[in-house]
């Protein structure tokens, strides 16, 4: 699982393929759950992470545009080693 993240607000464009050009009319806004279906794959220069949306929308995004873990979570707290 990934979020759209990194956008400035302005979305991402989801494409048909791994190439920039390739633009469905589905632009997807920041904080979208994006479910990663396959290997992250090069293609015009960038990497690509193969996806589905919760609507059943499949495509590619570039990498970049995405995040691990969810923006709207915050700060996750941080976990005490176990000292031994």
Request: net charge negative; hydrophobic share 25%.
């Amino acid at each position: 699982m990934v979020w759209v993240a990194n956008t400035d607000g302005g979305g991402v464009f989801l494409r048909n393929s791994p190439d920039d050009g390739d633009r469905t009319s589905t632009v997807l806004a920041d904080n979208t759950p994006l479910t990663v279906t396959g290997e992250l794959t090069e293609g015009d220069g960038e990497n690509w992470y193969p996806v589905t949306t919760d609507d059943g929308s499949v495509g590619y995004v570039p990498r970049q545009y995405t995040s691990p873990t969810d923006p709207r979570a915050g700060p996750q707290p941080l976990v005490p080693s176990q000292a031994r």
